[in-house]
């Protein structure tokens, strides 16, 4: 489905952002799959994937907290002159849970700039190459407490929001150029962030789940390949749920 393909996946060390990398790359995608700092244990689960599905996979590391950092980071992959046709802004943090009275505005900020603002950033370098092209797709991972308001704090579900809004404005600016913009909004899925929930909230999101289980991160991630790829040619602007029924 992705064959010739070259995509940019942030938070591939684990989670959903891993998930989404192995099917890229079983797709015949080639990728650039940023973590936040590239260890020689991710180079060589790199170099073993790439070989397993004869793509080429370049690990990438910056700080997404670092919007110095992003843009060395953008440059290196722009300097190959390999054209980024896929963008899945997948990382994203969630932070201590505490009520909103109680919530640092530090803390909020940071969620704010980690889940939202830093995807803006690097989207809006990457978009530029896109636009010459006439083509690219960009998928945005959002939440459903972006869309609900719950499960979460509200820091992370005011910068899952945020990316919703976003997602809506960018595919109308960016469908002259044929680019088109998409998220996918998960809900509890088997993940180390997912894990953070108190039992309580585990069990209060569950018993109203329709399907009554957690979801696996490939769940996500073939959605997630479906908005990367052309069967989803006519769609932008979309937000799809991949929550078990709610």
Known sequence: MLKEKNALITGCNRGIGKATLEVFASQGANIWAHVRKVTPMFEAYAVDLAKKYGVEIWPIGFDLADHEAIKTGIKEILSRK?????????????????????TPMEQIRHVMEINYVSPMFLTQLISRSMARKKQGSIVFLSSIAGLDGDPAQLEYSASKAALVGAIKKLSREFAPCGIRVNGVAPGLIETDMGKMMSEEMTRQTLNAVVMKRLGKPEEVANVILFLASGLSSFMTGQIIRVDGGR
Do not use: K, R, Y
Not at 87 to 96: D, F, H, K, R, Y
């Open 82 to 102: 390999i054209p980024v046709d896929i963008l899945v802004n997948n990382a994203g943090i969630v932070s201590e849970n505490h009520l909103f009275q109680m």
